[in-house]
């Protein structure tokens, strides 16, 4: 098993340019998650999707943040435009939720190594 | 509201003392407690999961309803121990996602 696979490791830009950050989560996993993470804020969640439905995303800080699930295998987050303080440590997740009539399984989640943002 | 604290963000011990780096949360249902260990720019990695009651390289925690705890504690700390920590709630009833903790960073000096 490969684990959660993100794409770029890093990404250096300028800012007002688009940013696409990519993830793969493990093959299985119903759930997906973005979080970014900063020396001032720590670990944020911006959004997760179950079943590739986004279920929560209240975490994303403004409307130049998008996230897309269009399949089980593959999520983006975008950033249109970006500025420098979008800069961070973004990291995706993905995990099993299983439904048992009125109880929920929740297995743990794995990371994946993050994508490095630099907005210049 | 949920919430979980962590009120150290720094633990600065020398190798062979005990280790505690301290997580309180808030709750109103049944908590699920879970740490994750982050090495130097690498990935976050679950330690524990309190439901499981295990050890993993040394580390042991324990939740304390009445305290509203989950304190991670190692007896005996080693350099390769030095990261940051995570605590980490699970909120159930549909919503399944973490409430992290802002995290501790714990550095074992030789």
Known sequence: DAGVIQSPRHEVTEMGQEVTLRCKPISGHNSLFWYRQTMMRGLELLIYFNNNVPIDDSGMPEDRFSAKMPNASFSTLKIQPSEPRDSAVYFCASSILRSQGWKESNQPQHFGDGTRLSIL | ?110
């Open chain 2, 1 to 110: 509201a949920q919430r979980v604290t962590q009120p150290e963000k720094l633990l600065s011990v020398f190798k062979g003392a005990p280790v505690e780096l301290k997580c309180n949360y808030s709750y109103s249902g049944s908590p699920e407690l879970f740490w994750y260990v982050q090495y130097s720019r690498q990935r976050l990695q679950l330690l524990l999961r309190h439901i499981s009651r295990e050890s993993i390289k040394g580390f042991t925690a324990d939740l304390n309803k009445g305290e509203t705890s989950f304190h991670l504690k190692k007896p005996f700390a080693q350099e390769e121990d030095s990261a940051m920590y995570y605590c980490a709630l699970f909120l159930s009833g549909g919503y399944n996602k973490l409430i992290f903790g802002a995290g501790t960073r714990l550095a074992v000096h030789p």
